[in-house]
Each structure stands twice: as C-alpha cells, then as structure tokens.
C-alpha cells in the first residue's frame, strides 16, 4: 500500500532523508520513531505529496505520489503536527469545507461528521464555536478527524498525541487499532517509544534519514542484547542510556 524506494531529500547542504526504503502492508501500523531532525516529517510530507523527493520514488496504493500527486492524496489522510486550520470556522464547519473539497456527498458527511466529533467528545459549544477559541487539544482532534472523514487507505499521523488528554489519547489509539483492521496502512510518527510499542505491528528507527531498524518490536528487542525497545532506540541512536 505504501511503497517507499531509495528515498532522499536534500535541503541545501543537509540530507534529510538519506536512500531510505520502507514498505508498509494494508492493515499494517509502522512506527516510526527517531529523535528530532531524523527525517520522520520530511518522509511523512513526501508521502503526503507536499514535497517533492530529491531522488527515489514514493507509491501509494500504486500510484506515483510525485506524479499524481492529488490523484494520491484522494487515498490519503494526513495530519501534520502543526497543523494550520482555519479558525474563523467553528469545527464543523470547517469539517464541511473539508468534506467539500474532498467531494464527499454533503448528506453522508454530515452524518459522519457528527459521529467522529461525538466519538471525540466534541458536542454542544464544542462544535459550534470558533476554532479561534478552542484549545489545543480540540484542534488536534479536528486535524485528526479531517484525516479520517473520507476512509483514507492510507494514514499518515505526525506525533498525533500532541495536546491530547489521557482519554482522547487512549480513543485514538483504540481507533487505529480499528481502522488497521480493516485494511488501512497506518505510519505513526511518534517520540512516545512505550505507545508505539503497544500499538504497533512494526517499528522502523530512522537517524540521519537513515533507517537504522524495521521489523516487528519483540523481534527487534530479541535480536540483541537489548531488553526493551527503549534501549534499542537509545543505542542505535547514539544516545547514552543513564539506566543502572
């Protein structure tokens, strides 16, 4: 579903992504993990179709993503850590706009719009008013709502649980758990080892835009010495673990 050859980008004097090569199956969720600058984003935003790769190709559900790259985003949901909406909007109205531009029939998206925001705990005065005034952790669930609204075949979530309370948190992963099994392709690019390794069929650790592991997290913990995904993180990484 998720087709990733050879991948770099380039900015300026700094490789971000360095021949990176990552296939990701339909009911998969591949953790994507790696400390800041690793490449984690640039990867995500070339999937996306908002950059363009410096070299190798991306595919989603068989497309080219740099050639067709708005015949691909029909296939995807994305949601972006920084996401910029547009708060003069209350939340569904925005949700609409949304559903607008992805062509989705206006009566079927309203009735789904409804049921995503009420699974959210998003009722009353939090649907109706201005997204200027709602909170962080309102946002991100508007920005992950309108990543879901159209049943995408493909997931791409950039540090997801940003601004998230315990129980939205805990929703959201119940969810992927349910859209992963229905045939979706999920990467989740995450700094949060414990919740990757709980919900995740693979993990894949990216430093230097370089892929340093890939495969499930028992088998990657049970290859070495290492005896937690945490100290694998660490050691690939080159970061010192201070644990006695």
């Excluded at 547009?86 to 925005?94: G, K, P, R, V």
């Excluded at 008013?129 to 493909?154: C, D, N």
């Excluded at 099994?181 to 230097?208: F, Q």
């Amino acid at each position: 579903m998720i087709h990733i050859e050879q991948l770099s980008r380039v900015f300026g004097d700094k490789q971000a992504v360095d021949r990176l090569s990552i296939h990701v199956g339909p009911g998969e969720i591949l953790g994507l993990l790696g400390p800041n600058g690793a490449g984690k984003t640039t990867t995500l935003k070339i999937c996306a179709g908002m950059l363009h790769p410096s070299k190798g190709t991306v595919r989603i559900d068989g497309m080219d993503v740099p050639a067709r790259p708005l015949d691909a985003r029909q296939a995807i949901g994305y949601a972006p850590e920084d996401a910029s909406l547009f708060e003069a909007l209350t939340a569904e109205e925005y949700l609409r706009l949304v559903a607008d531009l992805r062509h989705l029939d206006p009566e079927e998206s309203l009735v789904a719009i409804g049921g995503w925001l009420r699974r959210f705990g998003l009722t009353g005065e939090d649907r109706h008013a201005r997204l200027s005034t709602a909170s962080k952790g309102t946002k991100q669930k508007i920005v992950l709502i309108q990543a879901l609204l159209h049943e995408p075949k493909v997931l791409l979530l950039d540090e997801p649980l940003s601004g998230l309370d315990p129980q939205a948190a805990r929703i959201l992963k119940d969810l992927l758990v349910e859209i992963a099994a229905t045939g979706t392709a999920i990467i989740y690019s995450s700094h949060i080892l414990d919740v990757v390794e709980r919900i995740c069929t693979r993990v894949g650790i990216l430093h230097h835009g370089r892929l340093l592991a890939d495969g499930a997290p028992g088998d990657l913990v049970d290859r070495g010495e290492d005896r937690s995904l945490e100290r694998l993180f660490l050691r690939l990484t080159g970061a010192r673990n201070q644990e006695s």
